[in-house]
């Protein structure tokens, strides 16, 4: 039965998006035995640092205007949103850049990496792509074109992938590692560009800027602090890591986190705009089938996360010793450790949007603070009493694990209240 379910599933929009990220994803992962030959540790260090910073900045670098666009009945306050977003990150990313090479100098020596000072401009290009790329997705997200979500996916990994390779074997060391974020986003928003090109260019009323902001006022004011917060839960502890222990440990921890986070990110990001767009279709028809929804795709994940935790589990270290050579042994008993945490995050990460269609936002950013605290604390606390690597890393896999579990049951029973409500007429609709 479930094996049918997952079947149908993948002949519809889930499996067009999931084809594109296969496509993408998949060079990602083929070409990262050459990554490790051609990039040293300590690039992948580096690798982890840029993207730690760039998931942060890029959390905050639209004003979260771009979460609202799947909400609106009309089509014209939802372009209204897009531009809202659009200026939210020009903006943002122009002072970013102008701090970013003022004080590139300070920031080297805060993070302990000299690669802000050559590539100061890497972090601010690459969020100002960020925010432009997750825009431009919404809005296919709220128009249902799935077939531009898997096109972007799939030019996305590829150039990534090309991009990695191509100025490592120039000896572009570390700047072409560094850099593959950016290419790989560039690319993506051409792959997408013609699915949304004429709907953004009509762009909405001048006039309703500001009754538009108004409306939606808790996009900026909270969900861009609950999204700040959730961008640091995930990446403050990869920072700890990298800080506290050594350049080695670093390295290891580094690979695994390229190896297990960038095909979860991709995949649940591609199912969680399957997700957005249908619940946010079903929040606007007043349709009281948000739970069953929710429990569908949480099951479906999970279904399909199964066999390849089970080969983590099972033959980690074996895995990244042959793939990517006999040093990088150590990163497979990272994975091995970090695996069921990442699990949680694939099945539980889509259906996290529905708070944000619910609009309860308060309810998330409470989730994402105490998620914050507890994985920060995960690291230093083990790190302070002497705790060795692994074990340090088992204890923050564990909390990553917990906290989607809650994360999940709030969700859950949020759509259950709201489909409660829309069974009920004479209620009025929350938001």
Known sequence: MLRRRLLRKLSGPVGLILAGSVIGQGSVLLVSPLLTRLYSPSDFGAFAVVTAATGIVGAVITLSWDRAVVIPEEDGVARTLVRLTMYSAAILASVLAAAA???REEVARTVGSDIFIAFWWVVPMTAFSVGIFAVLSSWLV?????????VRNGVQGVAQAVSSVSLGALGMTPFGLISSILVGRVAGLVGMTRYVKRAVLSGGEPNSL???AWRYRKFPLIST???LLNAMGLQIPILLIIGLYGSVEAGLFALTVRV???????VADAVSQYFEGTLAHNVRSR????????RKVTLNLAAAGLVPVGIVLVGGPDIFAWVFGDNWEGSGEVARLMVLGYFAQFVVTPISRSLLVLERQGTLFVWDAVRLVASTTAVALPYSMGVPFLESVAVLASVQAVSYLIIFILCYFATKARDSEYASPQQPSIG
């Open 101 to 103: 090479y003022v004080f």
């Open 142 to 150: 709220r128009e249902r074109r799935y077939e531009g979500l898997a």
């Open 210 to 212: 500001g009754v538009t």
């Open 225 to 227: 602090f609950s999204r």
């Open 260 to 266: 297990l986070a960038a095909p979860v990110g991709i």
């Open 287 to 294: 349709s009281p089938r948000l739970a069953a929804l929710t």
